[in-house]
């Protein structure tokens, strides 16, 4: 169940950054939705995983958040510090 979730995380992460490509305001505005994704999505979450798991499910929503986090916060980070190139037509 935690290597789904963390694969789904890595997936998501993922494609939030190949969309993203050489568009600093984009990555910039994704980096913020993943990190309030990641806090406001394990309370309404969790007691789905708490009766379907028990206690590993909430482990494995934990470390899926946090996956999502450091997603989040690394785009964030990549979108406030890339260089974007000029196009020349």
Same mark, same amino acid.
């Given at each position: 169940? *935690?290597?789904?979730?963390?694969?789904? !995380?890595?997936?998501? /992460? %993922? +494609?939030? =950054?190949? *969309?993203?490509?050489?568009?600093?305001? !984009?990555?910039?505005? /994704? %980096? +913020?939705? =993943?990190?309030?994704?990641?806090?406001?999505?394990?309370?309404?979450?969790?007691?789905?995983?708490?009766?379907?798991?028990?206690?590993?499910?909430?482990?494995?929503?934990?470390?899926?958040?946090?996956?999502?986090?450091?997603?989040?916060?690394?785009?964030?980070?990549?979108?406030?510090?890339?260089?974007?190139?000029?196009?020349?037509?």
């Amino acid at each position: 169940m *935690v290597l789904v979730l963390i694969l789904i !995380a890595i997936l998501i /992460v %993922g +494609i939030c =950054l190949v *969309v993203t490509k050489k568009n600093k305001r !984009a990555r910039v505005m /994704v %980096g +913020i939705v =993943l990190i309030l994704f990641s806090f406001l999505n394990y309370p309404v979450i969790s007691p789905f995983f708490i009766r379907w798991n028990g206690l590993e499910g909430t482990v494995s929503l934990i470390i899926f958040n946090l996956v999502v986090l450091l997603g989040g916060i690394t785009t964030l980070s990549m979108g406030v510090l890339c260089i974007v190139q000029s196009r020349k037509y």
